[in-house]
């Protein structure tokens, strides 16, 4: 048995978003249904309902930035109970059984991990992701959202906030380091904020010289343009951890040799084709070039736990669903401080 609900939906491959309704299923023993509340606007929605990544399916109901409250609950779930705030990340399932699971490292499930929307969920059917009005999912794969964070501030959390979170912990951002964030965006601006809440001297590293402003408030130490190459001359052995929020082609060189020696550069956003690095530029200094994704769910919860200890959320601008469009097209001009969050009551 299913229920019917209300969302917005892309009906094929970069055509407009348009509401329609969608079957969500019946609560099973270990699931919880949750009246969504708000949902992120991340550039990855974008990219897939545009048809840029392959393996798209029509139509698609992105959005994995989800909050809610919990409005019923299955008869074996011990996690939640009617009434709790939850939200929802980038996944709503995995094989439970690899190292990784096991690990609680879900992200890496060495079957698939299944994505919150746009993937094929273990009882064969098309996952729907927040731009709706309800979702439901097992309790194991939902978080609790902490009572010091709003609820709209606290959807880009669940993929944003995580994904800058899981490298700054991992590469030890704190006291004594040197960080610089590549970009201020939606990944980035909480990459700033994050970085700060953990103690470490934080620089950002961007082509916008009007962001400046909006960097110290979120919390930067330094800010350097990058519209002009020689400032990296400047930077020279500078940072312990650069992180890359930018799908940017960037002169990798130039930003490794603004590491120190052993340093770490991550990569959470890539361009879409191949980049050229010589690496010498990683073997003189004993320098690393990593790639990061989001993390698990508990180190999504310790994350969201975090940021409400430090009393932050992402910094949005709440749209109604008819904006979707519009939302889409100024994400891809940069034109947003810094996460669109949909409100799902006027879906």
Same mark, same amino acid.
């Given at each position: $048995?299913?229920?019917?609900?209300?969302?917005?939906?892309?009906? @094929?491959?970069?055509?407009?978003?348009?509401?329609?309704?969608?079957?969500?299923?019946?609560?099973?023993?270990?699931?919880?249904?949750?009246?969504?509340?708000?949902?992120?606007?991340?550039? #990855?929605?974008?990219?897939?309902?545009?048809?840029?990544?392959?393996?798209?399916?029509?139509?698609?109901?992105?959005?994995?930035?989800?909050?809610?409250?919990?409005?019923?609950?299955? #008869?074996?779930?011990?996690?939640?109970?009617?009434?709790?705030?939850?939200?929802?990340?980038?996944?709503?399932?995995?094989?439970?059984?690899?190292?990784?699971?096991? @690990?609680?490292?879900?992200?890496?499930?060495?079957?698939?991990?299944?994505?919150?929307?746009?993937?094929?969920?273990?009882?064969?059917?098309?996952?729907?992701?927040?731009?709706?009005?309800?979702?439901? @999912?097992?309790?194991?794969?939902?978080?609790?959202?902490?009572?010091?964070?709003?609820?709209?501030? @606290?959807?880009?959390?669940?993929?944003?906030?995580?994904? *800058?979170?899981?490298? *700054?912990?991992?590469?030890?951002?704190?006291?004594?380091?040197?960080?610089?964030?590549?970009?201020?965006?939606?990944?980035?601006?909480?990459?700033?904020?994050?970085?700060?809440?953990?103690?470490?001297?934080?620089?950002? *590293?961007?082509?916008?010289?009007?962001?400046?402003?909006?960097?110290?408030?979120?919390?930067?130490?330094?800010?350097?343009?990058?519209?002009?190459? #020689?400032?990296?001359?400047?930077?020279?052995?500078?940072?312990?951890?650069?992180?890359?929020?930018?799908?940017?082609?960037?002169?990798?060189?130039?930003?490794?040799?603004?590491?120190?020696?052993?340093?770490?550069?991550?990569?959470?956003?890539?361009?879409?084709?191949?980049?050229?690095?010589?690496?010498?530029?990683?073997?003189?200094?004993?320098?690393?070039?990593?790639?990061? $994704? $989001?993390?698990?769910?508990?180190?999504?919860?310790? $994350?969201?736990?975090?940021?409400?200890?430090?009393?932050?959320?992402?910094?949005?601008?709440?749209?109604?669903?008819?904006?979707?469009?519009?939302?889409?097209?100024?994400?891809?001009? #940069?034109?947003?401080?810094?996460?669109?969050?949909?409100?799902?009551?006027?879906?």
């Amino acid at each position: $048995m299913t229920t019917t609900v209300k969302a917005y939906a892309v009906p @094929a491959a970069n055509a407009p978003l348009e509401p329609t309704t969608i079957e969500r299923r019946s609560v099973r023993e270990h699931d919880v249904l949750i009246e969504i509340k708000y949902c992120g606007v991340c550039r #990855s929605d974008i990219h897939q309902a545009h048809g840029d990544w392959p393996g798209g399916t029509f139509p698609m109901v992105p959005g994995h930035e989800i909050t809610g409250i919990v409005t019923e609950i299955g #008869s074996s779930v011990t996690r939640y109970k009617v009434g709790d705030r939850v939200g929802i990340g980038c996944f709503v399932d995995s094989c439970r059984e690899c190292e990784h699971c096991l @690990a609680g490292e879900e992200q890496f499930c060495l079957k698939g991990q299944t994505g919150t929307y746009n993937a094929v969920g273990r009882d064969g059917e098309l996952t729907y992701g927040g731009y709706s009005t309800h979702i439901v @999912a097992d309790e194991n794969y939902v978080l609790r959202i902490p009572e010091g964070i709003a609820l709209d501030e @606290a959807a880009p959390l669940l993929c944003a906030g995580i994904t *800058l979170y899981s490298p *700054l912990k991992l590469w030890g951002a704190g006291p004594g380091k040197k960080v610089a964030i590549v970009g201020l965006g939606g990944l980035g601006h909480m990459g700033v904020k994050i970085a700060h809440a953990l103690g470490a001297e934080v620089t950002v *590293l961007s082509h916008s010289e009007g962001k400046q402003e909006d960097a110290k408030r979120l919390g930067a130490d330094h800010f350097h343009s990058t519209s002009d190459d #020689s400032v990296f001359e400047v930077l020279e052995g500078t940072f312990d951890l650069i992180v890359n929020t930018t799908s940017a082609d960037l002169p990798l060189g130039a930003y490794l040799s603004a590491l120190r020696v052993g340093g770490t550069m991550v990569n959470v956003s890539a361009p879409p084709h191949a980049v050229a690095l010589h690496l010498f530029a990683l073997i003189a200094r004993r320098k690393r070039l990593v790639g990061s $994704m $989001m993390g698990g769910i508990r180190e999504t919860q310790e $994350m969201l736990d975090f940021c409400a200890a430090h009393g932050f959320g992402a910094e949005i601008e709440l749209i109604s669903a008819g904006q979707i469009n519009e939302a889409f097209d100024r994400v891809l001009k #940069s034109d947003v401080r810094y996460r669109f969050v949909i409100d799902a009551s006027t879906i």
